[in-house]
């Protein structure tokens, strides 16, 4: 009898035992997820060859805009910068007349700076478009979601929230 109840205590606490183990082991699957995420990230920054697209645009004094139907992006370059991003909002000069009221560019940067805080990159840069100067200010979390603010000289304030990507994956206008 009490070798029964021996082998059944040795056999509860093995199967309690590889129980525990799986769980562990889930939690590891996805420290190391996220390990390999912050470092793809990390390199895509590094490199300072990267798209940002954008989910939403948050203009100055208007509700948030879904932007899930319209194509946007800037990508990031230290040789060229390439932008079209939908603008909602205030422009205080002459711009967009006929319809098109897009903030473009394509340029090489005057400047292009990226400084790795505690919790995120920040990215800034300066860019011409055609009748404008934009001043760009991109804040990446280690997980890739981003928040892209535009001062620009002729409109209003802008930031976007959405995600940067390789640049393989966004195609120019």
Do not use: C, W
């Not at 319209?70 to 205080?92: R, W």
Request: aromatic share 8%; proline share 3%.
């Amino acid at each position: 009898m009490k070798a029964k109840i021996s082998s059944i205590m040795i056999l509860l606490s093995l199967i309690l035992t590889s129980a525990f183990s799986q769980e562990k082991s889930k939690k590891e699957l996805k420290e190391e997820e996220l390990l390999s995420k912050q470092a793809e990230i990390e390199t895509l920054v590094n490199s300072k060859d990267f798209v940002f697209v954008a989910k939403y645009a948050l203009p100055m004094g208007v509700s948030q805009v879904n932007l899930s139907s319209n194509p946007n992006y800037v990508k990031f370059n230290s040789e060229l910068m390439d932008g079209y991003m939908p603008f909602f909002g205030t422009a205080t000069a002459a711009i967009g007349l006929g319809g098109d009221n897009t903030i473009k560019f394509r340029d090489k940067p005057e400047s292009l700076n990226i400084e790795k805080k505690k919790k995120n990159f920040q990215i800034e840069a300066r860019v011409k478009g055609e009748n404008d100067v934009y001043r760009l200010s991109l804040s990446v979390s280690f997980t890739g979601n981003s928040s892209l603010t535009i001062i620009s000289n002729n409109r209003g304030t802008i930031s976007y929230q959405g995600e940067i990507f390789p640049p393989e994956t966004i195609r120019s206008k």
